[in-house]
């Protein structure tokens, strides 16, 4: 990685709010470093100086980075190989100013960021949930995260932790996209829930180190929870809440806008119904969420044709030893098979989704189970 | 009203266990006496032979219209001005057996059934509803009752009972219609409702005076309360409810369906999410089941256009009354004009329909209001 394309991206991150169209397409014509050089000499053309001349002079891009360091934080730019490209090139082509891509982001975490969001679903809602909201969240983000699939929220109070939380309990992936510096812990009760996200997943953020929440920042940000995600689920939504924005926002990028019900008495159901009747999926559990996202036509287009053989064959081992764990008859969760199995849970994962993908095992109210062959039927 | 026709369609309605295709058929062919008569003896093909074999020896036509009579009822035939001769038009056009329209209705209840289901919305649900569910449905009576619209249902335990009541509840109109003779209080329950509805609106069975409600009948049924209304609403179902029959009958009848959403929590709503995933439109109140059935287009199809002059001219007294009643700025009730305006509730109703036509009064979370003129606006 270039160093003077770090902090390049670096300072542009810190001199425009985003979402900034103009910086992003003058970056795109003559790179980062001449933009950056640009920028920082007022050598700038509208819209470009409007975005960028309030701070251009606050140039402190090692000194970001530093902090960063600190923090456990890197910055992550386009020019890195785990950079999402795929999911930031539907902003580019939805042409909208408002979903201008991030110039970077600056994450903390152990995760990449390509790869959890290469199979990622958004759950989002009011932070003014209901118990109900808070419990379908929950089972929402554990059911989703036990699929290997990763839980992208905005780590807010009521839907956003629920949903984290669900990924969490059953140790799997979940991405929380922040409106303020990742250094930061916003809300400030969420501070644990920030640190368990960090230490197995990513907080992710386009606001530099420091940066604070400012209110419109919220807005902006909805629009990378959509973004990084295959789909999005609204949980629960009041009749002007900001989970409409994330949903508004999938909706231009030509993602999946899902939506669950809940009473009609519940003012924070209101949001959601409105959002079926506008055309959003009704979704009541996790499999209809993936299979919105990832129909079945799609994972099959994926899996490598069976050769004569026994389907075991060619298995590696963590799949084989998966394979052998399961009973002929009963289904497991994914916990019970890594106990049996000896192997890590996260393999254990990835085994079980080697394994559907060639049709010998299938997932079945949470747990799994061998699928016959065509032969036993 | 022929006096042989009458006894014809009593007879072939006590021999023929519904939907009979067939007879329905030849009745058209041959007319009503005729048919009865072959039937009588025997003079039939397949499959109106296995259509009436087993019951056609019970020929009393006569003892049943009057054992009709006793208990304040009467045989509908499609001879009859009254028939709903549009609704069951649907019927035959459908071309599916079991959609076969009815040899003629028994019906007890001061109500005309053309009338009645000239505006009416099918409200049908669980028999093991939660009280949320039959909250909803009670709600959803009341609305729809209060908005002039006669509100269809089966007179169940659960979501049925509720949206009866919702309409008695405000004096509105109110259509049961039942598996078993219209002189039967089925279920023994609801005798006292029952009791209610045929005082003020109608109780329908297409079954003869005594029938018993036998399991298959229930379902049977459900394409009539589906075909006598414009729109089915499903407020709660199980994953196996008869109101998903209803529903369905409706989709072949290409009427409109709609669901009411519930936690997803809850059992009594996996039918009806399963509906709204299935297509039927996602309802929350009342005014959305409306637009639904009578969209904003056709309802101004039928308004007469606006003359010179004052808008109120040409109202008829009632009209004029329930117009002059209502306060310049504030909403009012149905009930709260009918003792202003010294009009019956039935006829301020009317008043207001036609007041709504006009575009001098709209409704408003239940209450009515004058329309501001375009030129104090």
Redesign the interface.
Known sequence: MNEQVLLARAYLSRVAEPPAPGLVELVAQVGPVEAAARVLDGRVEEPVAAETGVRRAVHRPGADLEAAAAAGARLVTPEHPEWPAEAFAAFDAAGIAQLAPPLALWVRGPGRLDELCGHAVAVVGARAATS?GA??AAELGSGLADRGCTVVSGAAIGIDGAAHRGALGVEGPTVAVLACGVDRFYPASHELLLERIAASGLVVSEYPPGGVPARHRFLVRNRLIAGLAAGTVVVEAGPRSGAQRTASDALSLGLPVMA??????SAM??GC?RL??DGA??V??SD?VLEAVAPIGEHLAGAPALEAGRPTDGLDAPAALVHDALPARAARDTRWLALESGVPIGAVRAALTALERRGLVEHCEGRWRRRVAEEER
Chains 1, 2 share one sequence.
């Open positions: 109900y419990h379908v669950v019900p809940g009473p009609v008495t159901s209101v119904h079926v009747r999926l009704l009541t559990c209809e």
